[in-house]
């Protein structure tokens, strides 16, 4: 069966974890006479692709007739390596079966069209739901023009974030703070605004697990001097880009640190989106507070939606999650899932197409 072998591919790629970014999670399987010959991914960002670590592994009297099936079309292009569908074409694949085409600019459908002309028989959307949420953030990306959002919130059971008064408010867990470890490594920019950045001093760094490329750190600012003796323009962990309404003495300064960098503008979700665009960040997971939220809200720029919710209450005027955004018909959430993390709650839900 084709949805087998593909299947096996699929498992293959999800072994890279988020070593690949920016580059997508792809595995590829090598089969002849109904049997697998090799199995493969692209392991990490800059190394071989899948296509290749499977060739590899292979004589080229096995690769010869072979059928290769692949998550993601081979590419076309001269990136940090050289065309897959050259090579495959090179070795003799008889057929391709590919998960899904390639939404990058410089292969969509190229890569097949390769494949195709030199004679190459080749099956597109072998299972193509499944292989698409091998790499949800890149498809969106390449698609939709824009960054995949994420939006993490921490509430309490009287729906709070925060206690209201100038000191950092702990609501979530242990459990929750695992997770969200895990999930701020799988998005490449994380964003915050000024009051998060003075109450709190968040590092905003990975520190569960070991990344080559860690999140980019952005914070929205009035100016850069408010930042100067907060640790994420000190620690050095991962760039970090202040996202300045006005210029200040203090920019020079900060600049001069190879990690920091200072950009004067009017940071509405709009343009930070589009600076993700210019910048190839393909997801932005934006963790608070609660104005920088409902602004994204207000622009409907959100995809998804991750709240924890912690059996506690905090009373008194603390503030809500999301304060001030218009209900807008244009940001509807579907397909919830529960997860319980000890006795914190994870709430999940994406937004719905169309
Ligand atoms: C494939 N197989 O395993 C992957 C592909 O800079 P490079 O040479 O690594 O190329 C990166 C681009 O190649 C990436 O943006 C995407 O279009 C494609 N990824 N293609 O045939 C793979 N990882
Ligand atoms: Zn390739």
Not at 8 to 34: C, I, S, W
Not at 235 to 261: F, I, K, M, Y
Request: hydrophobic letters at 40%; glycine letters at 8%; aromatic letters at 6%.
């Amino acid at each position: 069966m084709l949805t087998d072998f593909m299947q096996f591919a699929v498992d293959q790629a999800k072994l890279a974890g988020v070593a690949t970014y920016q580059n997508p999670r792809v595995g590829a399987v090598l089969v002849k006479d109904g049997h697998v010959l090799a199995q493969g991914y692209h392991h990490y960002f800059g190394g071989d692709h899948a296509e290749v670590d499977v060739l590899r592994q292979v004589t080229p009297e096995q690769a010869r007739g072979a059928t290769l099936f692949v998550t993601l079309e081979p590419c076309s292009h001269y990136g940090k390596t050289p065309p897959c569908c050259e090579q495959l074409v090179d070795a003799g694949i008889q057929q391709v079966v590919i998960g899904q085409l390639d939404p990058h600019p410089l292969v969509g459908g190229q890569g097949r069209q390769y494949l195709r002309d030199h004679g190459v028989k080749v099956i597109t959307g072998c299972m193509s739901d499944v292989v698409r949420k091998l790499n949800p953030h890149y498809n969106h990306f390449y698609t939709q023009q824009r960054p995949w959002v994420t939006l993490k919130t921490a509430m309490t059971l009287d729906g709070k974030i925060n206690s209201g008064a100038p000191r950092r408010t702990l609501i979530s867990n242990h459990a929750s703070y695992v997770d969200s470890q895990r999930l701020r490594s799988q998005f490449q920019a994380i964003l915050i605004g000024e009051r998060t950045l003075t109450i709190d001093d968040p590092q905003l760094t990975v520190r569960l697990i070991a990344m080559s490329q860690p999140p980019v750190r952005l914070v929205v600012l009035e100016s850069s001097t408010v930042a100067l003796q907060h640790r994420l323009v000190r620690d050095g962990q991962a760039p970090t880009w202040l996202l300045c309404r006005h210029a200040a003495a203090s920019d020079e300064q900060l600049q001069a640190s190879a990690n920091v960098h200072v950009l004067i503008g009017d940071w509405s979700p709009a343009a930070i989106s589009q600076l993700c665009v210019e910048q190839g960040w393909q997801s932005l997971l934006v963790e608070g507070g609660a104005h920088i939220q409902a602004g994204f809200v207000a622009a409907a720029l959100v995809d998804e939606w991750i709240s924890y919710l912690a059996p506690t209450m905090i009373g008194g005027a603390g503030l809500p999650a999301v304060t001030g955004a218009p209900a807008t018909e244009s940001l509807v959430f579907e397909r919830p899932e529960l997860a319980w993390l000890g006795t914190d709650l994870r709430l999940r839900a994406v937004r719905k197409e169309g």
